[in-house]
């Protein structure tokens, strides 16, 4: 099926299932410990063997020689896997970083053996008795350091935006923002381990992993072992969490498939934790100068945002993509740079770009807004616009950026901010209000999906999307049920399997609208075999109750299949509605911070989010999504640092008892308002995802309520108290 023309009424709109809020029908399985994940596949790989990884211990340089001989003699080890026999290894297509090091090491904790026994203690213990050597070789892990090395020259278009004269308009400026913002590396910190159990049959391999995009797994596994892409399966019905962490193969899952073929027998391998943070992939550090001209009436009239990031490949944290979009302004400059690191490889972390983008943009509106005496919420009002700002001639499909700031402020009592920093308390405590913008992109992409209409009138739904927490589940349940017309409890989806239509996948916040479609898609296919079967037809078709009706005819739906099942399938594609409508989804946080005027200790007490963001398909998913990245929102803004040894060129905090995250104790009461939306343009559901665009302004949100709360202003994340001690109002 094809979309593109915006949707008109269609079955979805009834709304009898779609737009309800409903319990996740996983939710018995992962709360008694039913639901399998990657390593608890123990059914489908009998006699598994467990593989123990080794990690390089230089950040760049050589592997002179591994002595193998007293771990190979080792109690049940029975094979080692090294660079040196394994073969010729290739990347995959989406993560640069090769999955085994050998001779070259590219960064700390590449991998640079895999010990394979029987049990994992063995495997373990066999690993300790390695003995690699090294010649290691000078590194860059400074980005301050390698970004003042960068050349200059004329800026990359792939990389750069320029409307207008920039230079001159922030010249003429009446008031003007010059200031420079960081923000740390970070890590996903999933709770799932990166997992893989890998199995041959021949030449045919399985893979249960914990993956967020399997089709993208299926091309990037075929392409690093060099084998045909229709000799792939790969399994991955449940993963405990990815943030980006996850979105195609990384070493875990090479080195199962490497080792199960050399044992010719199942392997399991996970990652230690510490290798969780520097073998696998992170979110990168940024620096970034940010400038802003305005009238004293408050018109933005020069936006400038330079961003500098490092990475092991050349791929950058593409921190400017919020301010292309968010404000209207007539001369505007944009610029990545991304400089060479040997730290390991930094890649997509939940809202990519958006995320460290609106950390900086979001205090420099507010500081602007203090240079002109103007409330923050009214300047981002003043500064709307309805189009896009670097292309005037592509309207927003929908934008409700003011009616979110709006309804935040009145519904958080906004008017109880005091105008100047530092001046409310409450006994020992300081007590500031802050608010940020949010934005975040809403693609779609291709989706396809099998639903099947058993004798009995359930239905199954099969599609490779997955499920990573977010309850995809649910929603694609919600939709079959809709299109279908008969009761939740009679359908049955099952997902993560590249034997099924291939899925949109998770990430890039087009999960949700994405797969939805393409079922919609097959349910179509379907309704019209069901009518075809039933001798119906008209424009007035309705399913509904487990019954068809048309032109007054009404037939039990299980008729249909009398003679045996039916399925329809599908793939929703897409035209040129996304070259025509700028399609964002958008919000507004609001944020009360208190701070101990002696220890400097940060406590956030209130924090609401307002979204517009499409049709909302499950309004209790939707609000755990949205209150799960204002968390992780308000790690990345008070805790959150990946700290890199520049000596030794690694992560130092590389568990999660030293890279910290918020705890229940650290996160306050969280509401969530979701205005009624829907967009046309979106596809047929009229719905837009919503699991990233609640991390986006929390951050700065954060940090603009510590200024109000303290005056001190903070431009160095995390905003930990030792940043703010020495600067307390006496």
Same mark, same amino acid.
């Given at each position: 099926?094809?979309?593109?023309?915006?949707?008109?009424?269609?079955?979805?709109?009834?709304?009898?299932?779609?737009?309800?809020?409903?319990?996740?029908?996983?939710?018995?399985?992962?709360?008694?410990?039913?639901?399998?994940?990657?390593?608890?596949?123990?059914?489908?790989?009998?006699?598994?063997?467990?593989?123990?990884?080794?990690?390089?211990?230089?950040?760049?340089?050589?592997?002179?020689?591994?002595?193998?001989?007293?771990?190979?003699?080792?109690?049940?080890?029975?094979?080692?896997?090294?660079?040196?026999?394994?073969?010729?290894?290739?990347?995959?297509?989406?993560?640069?970083?090769?999955?085994?090091?050998?001779?070259?090491?590219?960064?700390?904790?590449?991998?640079?053996?895999?010990?394979?026994?029987?049990?994992?203690?063995?495997?373990?213990?066999?690993?300790?008795?390695?003995?690699?050597?090294?010649?290691?070789?000078?590194?860059?892990?400074?980005?301050?350091?390698?970004?003042?090395?960068?050349?200059?020259?004329?800026?990359?278009?792939?990389?750069?935006?320029?409307?207008?004269?920039?230079?001159?308009?922030?010249?003429?400026?009446?008031?003007?923002?010059?200031?420079?913002?960081?923000?740390?590396?970070?890590?996903?910190?999933?709770?799932?381990?990166?997992?893989?159990?890998?199995?041959?049959?021949?030449?045919?391999?399985?893979?249960?992993?914990?993956?967020?995009?399997?089709?993208?797994?299926?091309?990037?596994?075929?392409?690093?072992?060099?084998?045909?892409?229709?000799?792939?399966?790969?399994?991955?019905?449940?993963?405990?969490?990815?943030?980006?962490?996850?979105?195609?193969?990384?070493?875990?899952?090479?080195?199962?498939?490497?080792?199960?073929?050399?044992?010719?027998?199942?392997?399991?391998?996970?990652?230690?934790?510490?290798?969780?943070?520097?073998?696998?992939?992170?979110?990168?550090?940024?620096?970034?100068?940010?400038?802003?001209?305005?009238?004293?009436?408050?018109?933005?009239?020069?936006?400038?945002?330079?961003?500098?990031?490092?990475?092991?490949?050349?791929?950058?944290?593409?921190?400017?993509?919020?301010?292309?979009?968010?404000?209207?302004?007539?001369?505007?400059?944009?610029?990545?740079?991304?400089?060479?690191?040997?730290?390991?490889?930094?890649?997509?972390?939940?809202?990519?770009?958006?995320?460290?983008?609106?950390?900086?943009?979001?205090?420099?509106?507010?500081?602007?807004?203090?240079?002109?005496?103007?409330?923050?919420?009214?300047?981002?009002?003043?500064?709307?616009?309805?189009?896009?700002?670097?292309?005037?001639?592509?309207?927003?499909?929908?934008?409700?950026?003011?009616?979110?700031?709006?309804?935040?402020?009145?519904?958080?009592?906004?008017?109880?901010?005091?105008?100047?920093?530092?001046?409310?308390?409450?006994?020992?405590?300081?007590?500031?209000?802050?608010?940020?913008?949010?934005?975040?992109?809403?693609?779609?992409?291709?989706?396809?999906?099998?639903?099947?209409?058993?004798?009995?009138?359930?239905?199954?739904?099969?599609?490779?999307?997955? @499920?990573?927490? /977010? %309850?995809?589940?649910? &929603?694609?349940?919600?939709? !079959?049920?809709?299109?279908? *017309?008969?009761? #939740?409890?009679?359908?049955?989806?099952?997902?993560?399997?590249?034997?099924?239509?291939?899925?949109?996948?998770?990430?890039?916040?087009?999960?949700?609208?994405?797969?939805?479609?393409?079922?919609?898609?097959?349910?179509?296919?379907?309704?019209?075999?069901?009518?075809?079967?039933?001798?119906?037809?008209?424009?007035?078709?309705?399913?509904?109750?487990?019954?068809?009706?048309?032109?007054?005819?009404?037939?039990?739906?299980?008729?249909?299949?009398?003679?045996?099942?039916?399925?329809?399938?599908?793939?929703?594609?897409?035209?040129?509605?996304?070259?025509?409508?700028?399609?964002?989804?958008?919000?507004?946080?609001?944020?009360?911070?208190?701070? @101990?005027?002696? /220890? %400097?200790?940060?406590? &956030?007490?209130?924090?609401? !989010?307002?979204?517009?963001? *499409?049709?909302? #398909?499950?309004?209790?998913?939707?609000?755990?999504?949205?209150?799960?990245?204002?968390?992780?929102?308000?790690?990345?803004?008070?805790?959150?640092?990946?700290?890199?040894?520049?000596?030794?060129?690694?992560?130092?905090?590389?568990?999660?008892?030293?890279?910290?995250?918020?705890?229940?104790?650290?996160?306050?009461?969280?509401?969530?308002?979701?205005?009624?939306?829907?967009?046309?343009?979106?596809?047929?559901?009229?719905?837009?995802?919503?699991?990233?665009?609640?991390?986006?302004?929390?951050?700065?949100?954060?940090?603009?309520?510590?200024?109000?709360?303290?005056?001190?202003?903070?431009?160095?994340?995390?905003?930990?108290?030792?940043?703010?001690?020495?600067?307390?109002?006496?």
């Amino acid at each position: 099926m094809k979309f593109d023309t915006p949707a008109i009424r269609n079955p979805i709109d009834r709304l009898k299932v779609v737009g309800k809020a409903t319990t996740r029908i996983d939710g018995p399985r992962k709360t008694t410990g039913t639901a399998p994940y990657a390593y608890e596949q123990h059914d489908a790989a009998k006699g598994a063997a467990y593989g123990y990884v080794l990690g390089a211990s230089i950040a760049k340089g050589r592997i002179a020689g591994i002595d193998l001989t007293v771990a190979r003699a080792a109690p049940g080890v029975l094979a080692i896997i090294t660079a040196e026999d394994a073969g010729r290894l290739d990347v995959g297509g989406f993560y640069v970083a090769r999955a085994l090091a050998g001779p070259e090491v590219a960064h700390y904790h590449q991998a640079v053996a895999l010990v394979v026994a029987e049990t994992f203690e063995q495997a373990r213990a066999a690993a300790a008795l390695l003995r690699p050597r090294y010649t290691a070789t000078e590194g860059a892990f400074d980005l301050h350091v390698e970004k003042d090395k960068l050349p200059t020259v004329k800026p990359d278009p792939k990389l750069s935006s320029s409307v207008g004269d920039f230079d001159g308009a922030f010249a003429q400026a009446e008031i003007t923002v010059d200031a420079t913002y960081t923000t740390p590396d970070q890590s996903h910190a999933m709770l799932e381990p990166h997992a893989t159990i890998a199995m041959w049959n021949g030449d045919k391999l399985t893979l249960h992993t914990a993956i967020q995009l399997v089709s993208w797994g299926v091309r990037d596994i075929a392409k690093i072992l060099g084998i045909p892409k229709k000799n792939v399966r790969i399994v991955a019905p449940y993963i405990g969490g990815g943030f980006g962490g996850k979105g195609s193969i990384l070493s875990d899952a090479v080195l199962a498939a490497l080792a199960a073929r050399r044992i010719g027998r199942p392997v399991k391998v996970t990652l230690q934790r510490p290798l969780m943070f520097n073998n696998t992939t992170h979110r990168a550090a940024t620096i970034q100068r940010i400038r802003l001209g305005a009238t004293r009436a408050g018109k933005l009239t020069a936006i400038g945002h330079e961003s500098w990031s490092g990475n092991l490949g050349d791929r950058p944290e593409t921190s400017t993509a919020p301010t292309r979009l968010l404000y209207a302004g007539a001369n505007r400059m944009t610029r990545l740079q991304v400089a060479h690191l040997d730290l390991p490889e930094a890649s997509a972390m939940r809202a990519p770009g958006e995320m460290p983008g609106m950390m900086a943009l979001e205090i420099a509106m507010d500081e602007l807004a203090e240079k002109l005496g103007m409330d923050p919420v009214a300047l981002r009002v003043l500064n709307d616009t309805q189009v896009d700002p670097e292309s005037p001639d592509k309207p927003y499909s929908q934008r409700q950026l003011v009616a979110c700031l709006e309804r935040g402020a009145e519904h958080f009592g906004w008017n109880l901010r005091s105008v100047k920093p530092a001046s409310r308390r409450e006994g020992r405590w300081l007590i500031g209000l802050g608010t940020a913008s949010a934005i975040r992109g809403a693609p779609v992409v291709k989706s396809a999906a099998r639903v099947r209409l058993s004798k009995s009138g359930n239905l199954t739904v099969e599609t490779d999307m997955t @499920d990573i927490g /977010t %309850g995809t589940y649910t &929603i694609l349940a919600q939709t !079959a049920a809709e299109m279908l *017309g008969v009761e #939740l409890s009679k359908v049955t989806v099952l997902l993560g399997d590249s034997r099924f239509p291939q899925g949109a996948g998770s990430g890039g916040q087009f999960g949700a609208a994405s797969s939805t479609a393409g079922v919609y898609a097959a349910c179509v296919k379907l309704r019209e075999q069901v009518a075809a079967r039933l001798g119906l037809s008209g424009v007035d078709i309705e399913f509904a109750n487990g019954r068809v009706r048309a032109g007054g005819n009404s037939r039990p739906l299980t008729d249909a299949v009398a003679a045996g099942e039916l399925v329809g399938e599908d793939a929703m594609e897409y035209g040129d509605l996304s070259k025509k409508y700028a399609q964002q989804t958008f919000g507004a946080h609001f944020v009360e911070v208190a701070v @101990d005027a002696d /220890t %400097g200790e940060i406590r &956030i007490r209130r924090m609401l !989010a307002v979204c517009a963001a *499409g049709r909302i #398909l499950n309004p209790m998913a939707a609000r755990s999504q949205i209150i799960g990245s204002m968390t992780m929102g308000a790690g990345a803004a008070l805790m959150e640092d990946l700290v890199v040894d520049k000596r030794a060129g690694f992560f130092v905090n590389h568990d999660l008892a030293g890279y910290e995250v918020p705890v229940h104790a650290d996160i306050p009461h969280q509401e969530v308002i979701f205005l009624d939306e829907v967009d046309a343009t979106a596809g047929p559901l009229k719905a837009k995802g919503v699991g990233e665009l609640g991390i986006t302004g929390v951050p700065a949100a954060i940090s603009n309520a510590l200024y109000n709360a303290t005056g001190v202003r903070v431009r160095d994340y995390p905003i930990t108290l030792d940043k703010l001690l020495m600067q307390l109002p006496a």
